[in-house]
């Protein structure tokens, strides 16, 4: 089981666009620059992701809910499209989850692979939550999202399973360890820099 530790955000997030099934920068990336491990969320006028997005911003939490309006200026209230994708590391990896839900259609890509597929046209909120283990290092999450008639919803999150029977990967090896000892209180403290293992 992996010791807590607090997360130390360290990769900054980018715009990705898909070009032949290969994930590649796109130049709104260069203008809307994001804090580390936010989501960069690009809007389109279409249900393809084609053309020059209306607009670019910044999302810290992936939950939003738009109901029957637009879902940002010049963008209609139906048939519109809006991409989330951010770089993050991951530290050493391991297991973890995948949630969302959405009206209408969700698809959940892991360095360009997909996985969680929910494409459709419905008049209710759909959800799905997947295991996937993630190695070690920096990864591309990206989150396209589609809204064809009516409402509009969409929410998304990642976390690390901890429990004992899933968890065998080891946290990163602790760095800058500093001790200190106090006379008067006769007490040691030992420190060191946070990580970027999530759990």
Same mark, same amino acid.
Do not use: E, Q
């Given at each position: 089981m992996k010791t807590s530790t607090r997360l130390r955000p360290v990769s900054a997030a980018v715009v990705l666009a898909t070009a032949g099934g290969f994930l590649a920068a796109s130049p709104a990336s260069a203008a809307t620059p994001c804090k580390t491990n936010h989501f960069t969320r690009t809007f389109y006028p279409n249900t393809t992701f084609s053309g020059t997005p209306k607009k670019t911003d910044c999302d810290n939490v992936m939950h939003q809910n738009w109901g029957t309006g637009a879902p940002a200026s010049g963008l209609p209230t139906n048939n519109f499209g809006v991409r989330y994708s951010l770089v993050r590391d991951f530290g050493n990896g391991g297991p973890f989850t995948f949630t969302t839900a959405a009206r209408d259609g969700v698809r959940v890509y892991l360095d360009g692979v997909r996985k969680i597929n929910i494409w459709k046209n419905v008049s209710t909120t759909q959800k799905k939550t997947v295991n996937v283990t993630i190695p070690s290092g920096k990864h591309t999450l990206r989150i396209d999202y589609v809204?064809?008639?009516?409402?509009?919803? /969409? $929410?998304?999150? !990642?976390?690390?399973?901890? $429990?004992?029977?899933?968890?065998?990967?080891?946290?990163?090896?602790? /760095?800058?360890?500093?001790?200190? !000892?106090?006379?008067?209180?006769?007490? $040691?403290? /030992?420190?060191w820099s946070s990580n970027v293992d999530m759990d």
């Open positions: 809204n064809w008639t009516g409402a509009a919803n /969409v $929410s998304f999150a !990642y976390a690390p399973r901890t $429990s004992a029977a899933v968890d065998t990967t080891k946290p990163r090896t602790p /760095v800058g360890i500093t001790a200190t !000892y106090n006379t008067t209180t006769t007490k $040691s403290t /030992v420190r």
